[in-house]
């Protein structure tokens, strides 16, 4: 009987060191996911946050970065809320990441009911700033700003800029040439900058915003022209195009390329991502695509990608402020 016992406590025993063991390997130091990761895109196919991410799924699969593989899925609903929404819903879960844009400030300081806090997201990796060009459509016979201003006043409402979903990137741009410039062009939204540029491209909208990412394969087709750049030094693959700050209008304005976790996602986790994504901005692949799109930016990680954030979130309810938009 008693031998019974000693027997049903050692097996006991057993079982308790095994789960722990099992533990240990899920959320130690050495944690690496056993199935795959949903990789979040909080806009459309085709635009700028949509081809960032599957260059870094390629470079994951490319360079096995990850035991398991990246899964890209689109949530551009409400200019980025239904993404943000499903992450807050994955609280705690270390099989969900997101690739972010500006609209992961935007859209919950526009949208207060969603109850999105973008400083309960975990950090993991901000791996460049986009820019922004302003571009018309080469039938236009626009070939610089004082001309396109000359024209869009003309036109009044006529005038379509399109864009990126409402209250985010491209509208606030579209706002802010409004007021600068004395126009009155109608923003039209659309899901994602790869249909913006189309949209420009086959001269179905006037203008756009579009990051040169976006906008890159027709302009070199000769489709659309860059009149201006909102940076304050002229971008190296446009090196005949002025700033907006050589105009008289010293305005700059970047979008970031993040990539966030769940909130409440397992300190292990969030430092394998971390390590993985680091080694993605690493790469020759990453720093060629840098290159060649005109993005800029440090890597940025923990800490210090939360306090910019918390930065970034302030200048965008001042910039939503001033253009009346709260």
Not at 92 to 114: E, H, K, W
Not at 237 to 259: A, I, N
Request: no cysteine; hydrophobic share 40%.
């Amino acid at each position: 009987m008693k031998t019974l016992k000693i027997m049903g406590l050692s097996s006991i025993i057993f079982m308790l060191f095994a789960a722990a063991s099992l533990t240990s390997v899920a959320y130690g130091e050495d944690w690496t996911p056993r199935k795959p990761i949903e990789f979040v895109i909080m806009a459309g196919p085709g635009g700028g946050a949509d081809k960032m991410a599957r260059l870094m799924q390629t470079i994951v699969e490319k360079h096995d970065l990850s035991p398991r593989p990246l899964i890209p899925v689109n949530k551009a609903g409400g200019s980025g809320a239904e993404a943000l929404v499903y992450l807050k819903e994955k609280t705690g879960d270390d099989y969900v990441i997101m690739v972010t844009l500006n609209s992961f400030y935007t859209t919950p300081i526009r949208q207060p009911a969603l109850g999105i806090d973008i400083t309960t997201f975990t950090p993991i990796a901000r791996m460049a700033e986009d820019t922004f060009l302003l571009w018309v459509n080469k039938d236009s016979g626009v070939t610089k700003v004082d001309e396109f201003v000359t024209k869009a006043k003309e036109m009044g409402n006529d005038w379509q800029m399109a864009g990126t979903g409402r209250a985010q990137e491209d509208e606030l741009l579209t706002r802010f040439l409004n007021q600068t410039y004395g126009l009155t062009m109608t923003y039209v939204p659309f899901k994602g900058g790869g249909d913006v540029a189309k949209q420009l491209a086959g001269n179905h909208v006037n203008s756009t915003v579009n990051n040169p990412s976006e906008a890159l394969g027709f302009y070199e087709a000769g489709t659309v022209v860059p009149l201006a750049s909102f940076t304050p030094e002229r971008l190296p693959l446009f090196p005949d195009t002025p700033t907006f700050k050589e105009l008289g209008v010293d305005h700059s304005y970047y979008m970031q390329r993040s990539v966030v976790g769940t909130p409440g996602m397992s300190p292990e986790a969030a430092a394998f991502y971390r390590d993985v994504f680091k080694k993605v901005y690493d790469s020759a692949e990453w720093q060629e695509y840098m290159k060649t799109k005109s993005l800029q930016g440090a890597f940025i990680t923990g800490d210090a990608l939360m306090e910019y954030w918390i930065r970034q979130r302030a200048q965008h309810e001042e910039l939503l402020s001033d253009l009346g938009d709260m």
